[in-house]
């Protein structure tokens, strides 16, 4: 019994030992054998039959220009600032509603832009996009 010497049989191992690999793989397969039983029941359900033909309602689009100097335009159509809350408070109750397509001209102020998005916003109307060209 020396402390201090090496036996030849003191060697490093260098092989994987499978035993308990096996043993894990043993019981996931018995596990699986119980459980695909039971996975087999299943449930019936009764799910909705979606139609082939896409719907071809399409939402009208108004087009609402702010000039330069202020005033409005509806589909071309200039109109006052009553009057354009009355078109969009007609225009909000259609079904579907209308998308409403807003574009500023580069030199108008801000605040008239702002009145117009106001005025939609009390009258109803949910889509509102805006409409900008791109430069050159």
Known sequence: MA???QDDTDEVMNEINMT???DVMLVLLIIFIITVPV???SVSVDLPKASVQAEQVKPETLRLSVQADGSYALDGTALSDEALEQ???AAAVQTPQPELHL???KNVRYERVALA???AQRAGVRKIGFVTEPKP
């Open 39 to 41: 996975m087999k029941h």
């Open 3 to 5: 402390f201090g010497t």
């Open 20 to 22: 308990p690999l096996v």
């Open 87 to 89: 078109r969009l408070q």
């Open 103 to 105: 574009s500023g001209d």
């Open 117 to 119: 998005l106001a005025a």
